[in-house]
Every structure is written in C-alpha cells, then in structure tokens.
C-alpha cells in the first residue's frame, strides 16, 4: 500500500477567492465611509465625549472649517454622527457618536494601539 497524497483542486482555491473578495469588498465600503485624511481623526473625538464645532476644529490639526462642515456632514449621513441643535443663546451645535458610530470604538482602540508601537518602532518615541 502506497501513500496517498491529496492535491488542491482548482475548485478549492475558488473559496479562498471569494472570501478574499468578500473582504476586499468590506474593506472598500469601511475606506468609502471613513477613508481619507480627517474622518478616522473627527471619529476618535467623538468617541471620547460630545464635542462642538469649534472643539472639532480645534482638536483636528490641520482641518479647515470648510473641510470640517463637509466631512461632519458626510459622518452624519452614514449614520457614525449625530447633529444636536441646542436651543442656547447663542444656539450651539453638538456633535456626538451614535450606537451605530461606537461599533467602530474597539477597531480605532486598536488602530490606536498599533499606531503607538509602529511610532515607537520607526522613530523610537
């Protein structure tokens, strides 16, 4: 009796394939939604308290207002922000993570952490 030796099949790559693709595509929607360079920034904030416009502004570096209002605005859309118009005088507007926006909390946890190591690796601080 010989040994038997099994050999993939192209059939079997086709899997691997479409759940590379299946990521691929999940990747593309979470780069489509909060890609760029100010979305992940304006979503960490929020994720640590309510902030305003000008807090926002002040605690992006480097963000324009113009910039800022359009990507809030984008963040609002798919559902990651809300928009609170309180009655004040002068009237203010508050910015705060939705349920849906904190599912997104432990991967920018993660990303965070990684970026800690990567800084400390590359630069050594």
Same mark, same amino acid.
């Given at each position: 009796?010989?040994?038997?030796? /099994?050999?993939?099949? *192209?059939?079997?790559?086709?899997? &691997?394939?479409?759940?590379? /693709?299946?990521?691929? +595509?999940?990747?593309?929607?979470?780069?489509?939604?909060?890609?760029?360079?100010?979305?992940? &920034?304006?979503? /960490?904030?929020?994720? %640590?308290? *309510?902030? $305003? %416009?000008?807090?926002?502004?002040?605690?992006?570096?480097? @963000? &324009?207002? +113009?910039?800022?209002? $359009?990507?809030?605005?984008?963040?609002?859309?798919?559902?990651? @922000?809300?928009?609170?118009? +309180?009655?004040?005088?002068?009237?203010?507007?508050?910015?705060?993570? /939705?349920?849906?926006?904190? &599912? %997104?909390?432990?991967? #920018?946890?993660?990303?965070?952490?990684?970026?800690?190591?990567?800084?400390?690796? #590359? #630069?050594?601080?």
């Amino acid at each position: 009796m010989g040994n038997t030796v /099994t050999t993939k099949k *192209p059939a079997d790559a086709k899997p &691997s394939t479409a759940a590379c /693709t299946l990521s691929m +595509k999940a990747i593309q929607d979470i780069m489509d939604v909060l890609g760029g360079k100010w979305r992940i &920034s304006i979503v /960490t904030c929020l994720c %640590f308290s *309510p902030r $305003r %416009f000008s807090e926002l502004l002040k605690m992006v570096d480097g @963000i &324009s207002g +113009k910039v800022l209002s $359009r990507e809030l605005k984008d963040l609002e859309m798919n559902k990651l @922000i809300s928009r609170t118009v +309180k009655d004040t005088q002068p009237i203010t507007v508050e910015y705060a993570i /939705t349920d849906y926006g904190n &599912s %997104f909390k432990e991967l #920018i946890q993660i990303m965070a952490e990684w970026g800690v190591k990567h800084r400390k690796k #590359i #630069i050594g601080h």
